[in-house]
C-alpha cells in the first residue's frame, strides 16, 4: 500500500475544462507538497501546505490541504495545453530523515487543445 | 546560475552490465538524492549524500551505490543490471540546514536495460 494514493491515474480533457486531481492517505502530515514534472524533465515543486483547511492559489492553480491534514487536493481553472504533465504529490520528511521526498504515483494530465 | 545538471540523459545497458551517472548539484547545494522513476509511477528515494557520506538509504539493493565528491557532485552506481532497473534516474540538490530547503531535480537520465 502507497503512503500517497493519487487520483485518478490519468485525466484527458479539452482546453477551458476545469480538473481536480486528488492526494489521499491515512497518515496524517505536517505538511505536502505538489509537484508538475513535464516529459523529459524532473519535477518542479509547485506548492507546499502546511495547515489544515489551507488554500494556496498559484494563477489558475489551487491547493489545499485538508482539515485534518491527511489528504490534498489541485484543481485546475481554465486548462491549457502548457498545463499538461504528470502531477505529483509529495511529502517531505524529517531533517532527521534527511529530508527526504515520499512521492505519490501521480496523476497524468492531458490537455487537448 | 545553472540548476541541477544530470549526465548522461539516455542510456542503453545490457543485462549484468554496470552503470555509473553523474550528478552535479545546483550552486550552493551541499546534499545531493537520488531516486528512481519507473514508467508510469512516482519517484522512489534511492539514497542521499551529504558530506561524502551516504546519509540515509531507501529500499534498493546493495546493487545501487553511490559516491559524492568535495565538490558536492554525485555518482550513482548499478550493479549487474536487470531489466527492472530500467528507469529514470533522477538526483535532486538542496543545502543542508536551512529549513524548509527546496529540493531541485535534474532532468534526469533515461536508463534502458536490454
Known amino acids: 500500500t502507497q503512503l500517497l494514493e493519487q487520483s485518478p491515474q490519468f485525466l484527458s480533457i479539452q482546453e477551458g475544462e476545469n480538473l481536480t486531481v486528488y492526494c489521499n492517505s491515512s497518515?496524517?502530515?505536517?505538511?505536502l507538497q505538489w509537484y508538475r514534472q513535464e516529459p523529459g524533465e524532473g519535477p518542479v515543486l509547485l506548492v507546499t501546505?502546511?495547515?489544515?483547511?489551507e488554500v494556496k492559489k498559484l494563477k489558475r492553480l489551487t491547493f489545499q490541504f485538508g482539515d485534518a491534514r491527511k489528504d490534498s487536493s489541485l484543481h485546475i481553472t481554465a486548462a491549457q495545453p502548457g498545463d499538461t504533465g504528470l502531477y505529483l504529490c509529495?511529502?517531505?520528511?524529517?531533517?532527521?530523515?534527511?529530508?527526504?521526498?515520499?512521492f505519490g504515483g501521480g496523476t497524468r494530465v492531458l490537455v487537448k487543445p | 546560475d545553472a540548476g541541477v545538471t544530470q549526465s548522461p540523459t539516455h542510456l542503453i545497458k545490457t543485462r549484468g552490465q554496470q552503470v555509473t551517472l553523474r550528478c552535479s548539484p545546483k550552486?550552493?547545494?551541499?546534499?545531493v538524492s537520488w531516486y528512481q522513476q519507473a514508467l508510469g509511477q512516482g519517484p522512489q528515494f534511492i539514497f542521499q549524500?551529504?558530506?561524502?557520506?551516504?546519509?540515509q538509504r531507501g529500499n534498493f539493493p546493495d546493487r545501487f551505490s553511490g559516491h559524492q565528491f568535495p565538490n558536492y557532485s554525485s555518482e550513482l552506481n548499478v550493479n549487474a543490471l536487470l531489466l527492472g532497473d530500467s528507469a529514470l534516474y533522477l538526483c535532486?540538490?538542496?543545502?543542508?540546514?536551512?529549513?524548509?530547503?527546496?529540493?531541485?531535480f535534474g532532468q534526469g537520465t533515461r536508463l534502458t536495460v536490454v
Open positions: 497518515s496524517v502530515f505536517s505538511s
Open positions: 549524500y551529504y558530506e561524502e557520506e551516504e546519509r
Open positions: 501546505v502546511v495547515t489544515g483547511g
Open positions: 550552486s550552493g547545494h551541499d546534499t
Open positions: 535532486a540538490s538542496r543545502r543542508a540546514g536551512a529549513s524548509g530547503t527546496e529540493a531541485f
Open positions: 509529495a511529502v517531505l520528511g524529517s531533517k532527521a530523515a534527511g529530508n527526504k521526498l515520499t
